[in-house]
């Protein structure tokens, strides 16, 4: 389980840029199924704000941008690569990575960052 120290230090150790977001999707893996909140949303990946996080490593499925105007909705594969538990300053979810994005699921991923980056300016 990746501790909140963990968790920002990792974040000078990414290669795609974060936006936040408050956008909400599913996340699909054994036996559960999660309707959470986006917390923030890279080409890597996303951070998911719950309280109930999968074990580190688990496989899952999100889907994003469901009622979206600009396009269909992204359904990918993820993994999740930290969790955070609650109770410390920081808010409790997981951080997934997405796993082999096609092009046409990067060209949506990239239209729906977009459509964050233009609903929450300067957040």
């Not at 389980?1 to 963990?6: Q, T």
Request: charge should be positive; aromatic fraction near 6%; charged fraction near 20%.
């Amino acid at each position: 389980m990746g501790s909140a120290v963990e968790g920002v230090g990792s974040m000078e150790n990414r290669r795609n840029a974060r936006v936040p977001s408050r956008m909400r999707c599913w996340c699909e893996g054994d036996n559960v199924t999660l309707y959470s909140r986006v917390g923030n949303l890279s080409e890597g990946g996303l951070f998911l704000r719950t309280s109930t996080p999968l074990q580190e490593g688990a496989r899952a499925t999100v889907r994003l941008g469901a009622g979206e105007a600009t396009g269909p909705e992204l359904h990918t594969s993820v993994k999740v690569v930290w969790t955070r538990p609650g109770g410390q300053s920081w808010p409790p979810g997981m951080g997934l990575a997405f796993e082999a994005l096609d092009a046409a699921s990067l060209e949506r991923l990239r239209q729906i960052i977009s459509n964050e980056q233009a609903r929450w300016p300067g957040a």
